[in-house]
């Protein structure tokens, strides 16, 4: 006891001078506003933007400059101008609808003066990515993979959660728990494998459990930018298997004040999605604000139809101030997300096969928690019943660039905190029996060189700070807190067709477990030593660090052809559950300890691609192999007789005989690849064709049948689009299509086996679903329709109307990425699981608004 105190004495010392450190960076940030704020002289970017045919001025079209994050609008006849910009090399796109995007790298000094002029295309051939680059990169020339999904894309498309919006994409996956919460999954890994950023810094909650998905609104989010691959040399520990971007709108041209109000409804789950959106940019002072609400009651499936308690609500806001000036910029952003969701458990009346509420009576069976069916008003209520839980996380963040010569100084720092509760006892439906309560700091501070010729390079340090409480009755994991600070350098040269990219990275985290004991008949905390006391968790500090390292290059072989190639080192520190589980986890039947001793894991993935990029076709095919070192998993252990080792430490508590697994190491291996091919003929512009194909396959080397392929590992995926522009639609009708599309999810026969035994499914008491989980998967194929323009009246858009109908024929299918896959049997019909949603219809309203002043 002695020791682990003075260990953790030590630890919270070494914590605390590295906060001490990284603060004075922080307080060193207003002297760099001051001294720029007088020192830099002016420079501006101005032009005309025309249509490369008939040289006309095109009014409208935005300029942006990601890495400063501002942007113009040209005026009446095609000019623009924007001020207030630091000298330097900068990354220029210009975007106008009807028009293919133009992506220029521009030197300013004082007054540049640059035109553009831009070619008619019904499809945007160039993107701008900021996603594990040193600054703005045109996404050709980026030597990893990564896939965009822009705002238009999102509002052609339905979905009921931040990530289900991109579970179609190439690579990407999510498993699910019905229809609020989804993790994602980037070639067939997760859970804290995935880093995701959100407003420009990593969101730190609870991601190592199945059932925590991702506190972000989708009304925020603008663009999605997915790095596919170990990103561990820009983001450190969790980015090993890639990262998930969430990309805020970007702030207004000089002198406009917008907004859109969004109405979404769908007919399957009631889903009801109101926003309110403002934002404004005068005298360099940039800002928005935005309140939108969420909710939807059961979805139906054909054979379950309604599905209890996966109704959910949630409620978000968010604001943001900002300051441009000739020296870069400082901007303030916070935002608050409130979620509540039920918990489907799949309990079914025996007769019927209709799931069943949990509920209890005083009167009735001693209170004890019992099931009935529900009546109709409660399948379709908005309110989740226990089991449910509650997920806030508010944030708030300090973003700044500020010029320092031609190059510049970029620093960002977050304050997180993230509440989770989970309420399961109906006997006390107001107490969460879990409480997790954390509260983290990120920061990010980097140099940016000037571009030296072909050269340009970056350094600096990133990190975060974590600690977390349980609040609750039950406690699955101890008190815990954890500081990491990486330092990396990552550098660019283009010579000729060649672009090179490079760096290396260290990184340290030093990980706190809190010594915690409790009384094994009431679970209560007590001091060590006490009556019934059990030593829950033990204290302990352990210290892990990890090298990244990333070489790569693309080659242009022709002014639309290229290759890619890339080799990368990512690392993963073990997670709070993998160092120190001890107990039954909520969720599933088994006992889970975890090891302090872990190693971090680390992986070595190549990657090589090859494309074309043309107005007629653009095509690409990515191919990985990933090699993970030290992966970590949980193993069931065995008693002196070889067999399932039982826990009954805490059957006093209804927590105990269980079996035991306790996490160790292997060796792992991914491989697979991506597949996108799309066609958009400029003689038949009113036609377009996308495609994707997604394959990935994963295991562990050297390991039993039961437990080689890894769990959640997507099957074989296709998808095919076929969209119909429509760009005569008379003078009311503006932006029109129709569109119908295809996805089609093979067999999945690579089955984890030991999910059986996790989840307590055995030959005796659960045949059927005993059967269903040691048996392929099958895989489904279905259909989806959609339509959509813009309504205008006298030269202005009024509203954009979208609908989209998922499922067309209301297929019934199961999901391999769904947790509800073998959830109990419906004795009725024979059928394992709960299905997947049905046919659903979502209907969209955007209303544009407009109090620009005019000129």
Not at 514 to 543: K, L, M, R, Y
Not at 614 to 634: G, M, R, W
């Amino acid at each position: 006891m002695h020791f682990c105190l003075v260990n953790a004495l030590s630890a919270k010392r070494y914590v605390m001078k590295k906060i001490i450190t990284a603060s004075k960076y922080i307080f060193l940030l207003p002297l760099f506003l001051a001294v720029h704020f007088f020192a830099d002289a002016q420079a501006s970017l101005a032009g005309k933007i025309t249509d490369s045919k008939n040289h006309l001025g095109l009014a409208g079209a935005t300029v942006h400059i990601s890495d400063l994050d501002i942007s113009a609008t040209s005026d009446s006849i095609g000019n623009y101008h924007i001020k207030n910009i630091p000298g330097g090399y900068y990354l220029v796109e210009v975007v106008d609808i009807g028009y293919a995007t133009k992506i220029q790298s521009i030197v300013i000094k004082g007054d540049t003066k640059t035109d553009f002029q831009l070619e008619l295309s019904t499809t945007q051939l160039k993107e701008v990515i900021v996603t594990g680059v040193i600054s703005a990169t045109d996404k050709q020339r980026a030597p990893v993979s990564i896939t965009t999904v822009n705002y238009d894309d999102l509002l052609q498309n339905s979905s009921t959660n931040v990530i289900d919006a991109i579970a179609k994409t190439p690579g990407v996956s999510a498993m699910t728990d019905g229809q609020s919460i989804s993790k994602p999954v980037i070639r067939g890994l997760g859970y804290n494998r995935v880093l995701t950023i959100n407003d420009g810094v990593e969101q730190v909650d609870q991601a190592w459990f199945d059932e925590f998905g991702i506190e972000a609104d989708p009304d925020a989010v603008d663009k999605y930018e997915i790095l596919k691959g170990p990103a561990s040399l820009a983001y450190g520990s969790d980015a090993i298997a890639g990262v998930i971007n969430l990309i805020p709108e970007q702030p207004l041209p000089e002198g406009q004040v917008k907004g859109d109000i969004l109405f979404n409804y769908q007919t399957n789950n009631g889903l009801i999605n109101n926003m309110f959106h403002l934002t404004g940019t005068k005298n360099g002072i940039a800002w928005s604000a935005r309140i939108d609400n969420t909710m939807a009651h059961a979805y139906q499936d054909p054979y379950d139809g309604y599905v209890l308690n996966s109704q959910f609500s949630n409620f978000n806001t968010d604001a943001t101030i900002g300051l441009h000036r000739k020296w870069g910029y400082t901007q303030i952003h916070a935002s608050y997300f409130d979620m509540q969701t039920g918990i489907v458990d799949g309990t079914r009346d025996s007769l019927t096969g209709v799931m069943e509420r949990q509920v209890a009576y005083p009167d009735l069976n001693g209170g004890a928690p019992s099931y009935e069916i529900p009546t109709h008003q409660e399948q379709t209520s908005y309110t989740p019943f226990v089991i449910n839980q509650r997920i806030r996380h508010t944030k708030v963040v300090w973003d700044n660039s500020i010029a320092v010569g031609d190059g510049r100084i970029k620093g960002i720092f977050s304050w997180q905190k993230n509440q989770r509760q989970e309420t399961n006892d109906p006997t006390i439906p107001n107490t969460p029996d879990i409480y997790y309560s954390s509260n983290a700091a990120t920061y990010d501070l980097r140099y940016i060189s000037p571009q030296m010729g072909g050269f340009n390079f970056s350094g600096g340090a990133n990190g975060v700070y974590q600690s977390s409480q349980s609040l609750g009755t039950l406690m699955l994991i101890p008190n815990y807190n954890f500081f990491e600070i990486g330092a990396f350098a990552i550098a660019n040269e283009k010579i000729g067709k060649l672009n090179l990219s490079g760096g290396i990275r260290y990184d340290e985290r030093t990980f706190n477990g809190i010594d915690h004991w409790v009384d094994s008949t009431t679970q209560a905390p007590v001091a060590p030593n006490a009556p019934n006391g059990f030593h829950e968790f033990p204290g302990f500090t352990s210290h892990f660090s990890g090298m990244s390292f990333s070489v790569g290059g693309t080659y242009d072989l022709s002014e639309n052809t290229f290759v890619k190639a890339n080799v990368a080192r990512g690392w993963r520190a073990p997670n709070v559950a993998e160092c120190a589980a001890n107990g039954v986890h909520d969720g599933t039947v088994v006992y889970e300890i975890g090891d302090p001793t872990l190693k971090p894991e680390t992986s070595l993935e190549e990657d090589v691609a090859f494309g074309v990029n043309s107005k007629e076709v653009d095509f690409e095919v990515d191919l990985f192999n990933n090699s993970i070192s030290d992966f970590i998993y949980a193993k069931g252990l065995k008693n002196a007789m070889g067999q399932d080792s039982i826990n009954n430490s805490l059957n006093a508590a209804g927590l105990g005989a269980a079996p035991v697994y306790k996490y160790t190491q292997g060796q792992a291996q991914l491989y697979g690849g991506e597949i996108a091919f799309n066609v958009h003929p400029s003689a038949t512009p009113w036609v377009q064709l996308n495609t994707t194909l997604s394959y990935v396959n994963g295991g562990l080397l050297h390991a039993p049948d039961s437990t080689k392929y890894l769990p959640f590992v997507p099957p074989t995926r296709i998808t095919a689009d076929l969209k119909f522009p429509v760009n005569k639609s008379g003078r009311t009708i503006k932006n029109a299509y129709i569109k119908a599309g295809m996805l089609s999810c093979f067999q999945q026969n690579n089955v984890y086996q030991q999910y059986a035994i996790y989840n307590g499914l055995n030959t005796a008491l659960t045949p059927f679903e005993y059967a269903a989980s040691k048996a392929a998967t099958k895989g489904y194929t279905l259909f989806n329709v959609g339509a959509g323009g813009d309504i205008v009246s006298k030269g202005k858009t009024v509203c954009k109307v979208y609908i989209i109908c998922n499922n067309l024929f209301n297929t019934a299918y199961i999901d391999y990425m769904s947790r509800f896959k073998y959830y109990p049997v419906n004795y009725t019909t024979g059928r394992v699981g709960v299905f997947n949603m049905g046919r659903n219809v979502s209907f969209k309203l955007l209303i544009p608004i407009d109090f620009t002043p005019k000129s």
